[in-house]
């Protein structure tokens, strides 16, 4: 099962997250059937989403978008507060050579751009930072943005490592960072063992979870385990959410559709489900979408709910996953 750790040492001064996503990642590869080079590279982000996910409260949302000028084009991942995470890469079968040391070119599939970093709070506007990519190796620019952005100096390790047949065998990660207060000593101690550490794939190949890997960086520190959270790819996409994006699109576009006399496959960017609308489908959206307009004009409708009503014959086995998942669903009309 995967999960995360959440974790303090040295009298709060420092704070932890760590998680091991094997299941989540090799669920996101076989959803999107991404080549290795993509599953690392969405795997490394799907597992520090999920653990900057925890770090936040209630119903808050975080995306995270690493977009760059590589063949990749750009990682899109939305986590919740709960351990829910999903994503998905522009271009899921993406081939280059491996780097220098013989591994997985990630930063050279994603290449030069920006890290983007939505933080919806439930606020009137959501909080949106940008910073540059370094490395687009995912954990370095995550440092670089705790740092730029929150002015949090953190350490953050990623790793995805693949089987032979392109499956994945370990995924897990960790972020550290120094809360204020922490002194030279401290800091000093910490950057000493942080120097001594093997890669996270390594150390989970060598038989150790979170909970090892937290110990051996911080086992000397009064380390202590607050809580352990499972973590899962999770999408919150269906039939009804997505009519209510159909809807949105307006009479017009509906109407085209419809003169088009075929039904339409509208496919979840985050999980790869298809979802199909039959011409008489599409004409009960158009109905609903000008009772709707109409009733908008003097303001006697405004609950979006009201479509699960009005599509209370739709297909809803669609997906297998629940509804309770972060609710920004991308889609793409075929």
């Given at each position: 099962?995967?999960?995360?750790?959440?974790?303090?040492?040295?009298?709060?001064?420092?704070?932890?997250?760590?998680?091991?996503?094997?299941?989540?990642?090799?669920?996101?590869?076989?959803?999107?059937?991404?080549?290795?080079?993509?599953?690392?590279?969405?795997?490394?982000?799907?597992?520090?989403?999920?653990?900057?996910?925890?770090?936040?409260k209630g119903d808050d949302i975080l995306t995270l978008i690493m977009k760059g000028d590589g063949p990749i084009g750009a990682v899109t991942v939305t986590a919740d507060a709960n351990g829910n995470v999903?994503?998905?890469?522009?271009?899921?079968?993406?081939?280059?050579?491996?780097?220098?040391?013989?591994?997985?070119?990630?930063?050279?599939?994603?290449?030069?751009?920006?890290?983007?970093?939505?933080?919806?709070?439930?606020?009137?506007?959501?909080?949106?930072?940008?910073?540059?990519?370094?490395?687009?190796?995912?954990?370095?620019?995550?440092?670089?943005?705790?740092?730029?952005?929150?002015?949090?100096?953190?350490?953050?390790?990623?790793?995805?490592?693949?089987?032979?047949?392109?499956?994945?065998?370990?995924?897990?990660?960790?972020?550290?960072?120094?809360?204020?207060?922490?002194?030279?000593?401290?800091?000093?101690?910490?950057?000493?063992?942080?120097?001594?550490?093997?890669?996270?794939?390594?150390?989970?190949?060598?038989?150790?979870?979170?909970?090892?890997?937290?110990?051996?960086?911080?086992?000397?520190?009064?380390?202590?385990?607050?809580?352990?959270?499972?973590?899962?790819?999770?999408?919150?996409?269906?039939?009804?959410?997505?009519?209510?994006?159909?809807?949105?699109?307006?009479?017009?576009?509906?109407?085209?559709?419809?003169?088009?006399?075929?039904?339409?496959?509208?496919?979840?960017?985050?999980?790869?489900?298809?979802?199909?609308?039959?011409?008489?489908?599409?004409?009960?959206?158009?109905?609903?979408?000008?009772?709707?307009?109409?009733?908008?004009?003097?303001?006697?409708?405004?609950?979006?709910?009201?479509?699960?009503?009005?599509?209370?014959?739709?297909?809803?086995?669609?997906?297998?996953?629940?509804?309770?998942?972060?609710?920004?669903?991308?889609?793409?009309?075929?």
């Amino acid at each position: 099962m995967d999960y995360i750790l959440r974790a303090t040492a040295a009298g709060e001064k420092i704070r932890a997250f760590a998680i091991r996503s094997t299941e989540m990642v090799e669920y996101a590869r076989s959803r999107h059937n991404t080549s290795p080079v993509a599953t690392a590279a969405l795997g490394r982000l799907l597992s520090g989403g999920a653990m900057m996910g925890v770090m936040m409260k209630g119903d808050d949302i975080l995306t995270l978008i690493m977009k760059g000028d590589g063949p990749i084009g750009a990682v899109t991942v939305t986590a919740d507060a709960n351990g829910n995470v999903k994503g998905y890469v522009n271009n899921p079968l993406v081939l280059i050579p491996t780097n220098y040391a013989g591994k997985l070119d990630v930063g050279a599939a994603i290449g030069y751009g920006t890290l983007t970093v939505i933080k919806d709070l439930g606020l009137k506007e959501p909080y949106v930072s940008q910073t540059p990519l370094g490395t687009s190796e995912v954990a370095e620019d995550l440092t670089y943005y705790f740092a730029k952005s929150e002015q949090t100096p953190s350490a953050v390790a990623l790793g995805v490592l693949m089987n032979k047949d392109n499956t994945v065998a370990q995924a897990g990660g960790f972020i550290v960072q120094l809360m204020p207060g922490a002194g030279d000593d401290l800091i000093e101690k910490l950057e000493a063992k942080l120097a001594t550490i093997k890669p996270v794939t390594e150390m989970m190949e060598d038989g150790m979870g979170p909970e090892e890997i937290l110990d051996y960086i911080l086992g000397d520190m009064d380390l202590e385990i607050l809580d352990k959270t499972p973590t899962q790819f999770l999408c919150g996409c269906s039939k009804e959410h997505i009519a209510r994006g159909l809807i949105a699109l307006g009479k017009q576009e509906l109407q085209s559709m419809i003169d088009d006399g075929e039904s339409i496959t509208v496919t979840c960017h985050f999980c790869n489900t298809d979802y199909t609308y039959s011409v008489d489908e599409l004409k009960e959206l158009l109905q609903f979408a000008r009772i709707k307009s109409a009733s908008k004009k003097v303001g006697i409708l405004g609950d979006d709910d009201a479509v699960n009503d009005f599509l209370g014959q739709a297909d809803d086995s669609s997906s297998d996953d629940a509804d309770d998942a972060p609710d920004n669903t991308g889609d793409t009309p075929q």
